[in-house]
């Protein structure tokens, strides 16, 4: 049993799995970062500020999921070197023209929400309510800025 009362086997398979979305969400925030940086065209003004909404948006997120490992007992992972080894993303670099960055921010946001729905699945499982609001509600989210990028590109 956990601290907060859930099975604890459960839980590290859980905990586990919420450090390999840390770490793709840390790969999502400089890639953002990235694209804000170095887009370029007449979509600039745009583009820029809306890559800094979202990774002003993945900032928070990344605090939530990370607090949610030590909820459930376990510790986040922390440095730039566990979340290159542990992330399924891939940094993308070099990317300006502007559908371009939009396409890599929808793969990304793709895999991110194929690997919350894997979460979901173990937290539900272990009745692990907190962790299915807090990924539930990523998402929600994620899913929304899919279909505004796809509206955007086509
Ligand atoms: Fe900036």
Redesign the pocket.
């Known amino acids: 049993m956990s601290l907060i009362g859930l099975d604890q086997n459960k839980s590290e398979k859980i905990a586990a799995k919420l450090n390999v979305l840390l770490s793709d969400l840390e790969i999502y925030y400089q890639n953002l970062r990235g694209f804000?940086?170095n887009v370029k065209g007449n979509k600039f003004f745009v583009l820029?500020d809306k890559f800094?909404e979202l990774y002003d948006e993945a900032a928070g997120d990344i605090d939530e999921v990370a607090e949610r490992v030590l909820t459930l007992g376990f510790q986040p992972l922390h440095s730039y070197a566990d979340f290159i080894d542990n992330a399924r993303l891939k940094a993308v670099k070099n990317v300006s023209d502007g559908d371009e960055t939009c396409k890599h921010v929808l793969s990304n946001l793709t895999a991110l929400i194929e690997l919350e729905r894997e979460i979901l699945e173990l937290a539900d499982d272990a009745s692990d309510e907190g962790t299915q609001a807090l990924v539930g509600d990523l998402i929600a989210k994620q899913e929304k800025t899919v279909w505004m990028f796809n509206a955007w590109l086509s």
Do not use: A, V
């Open positions: 804000h940086w820029h800094e």
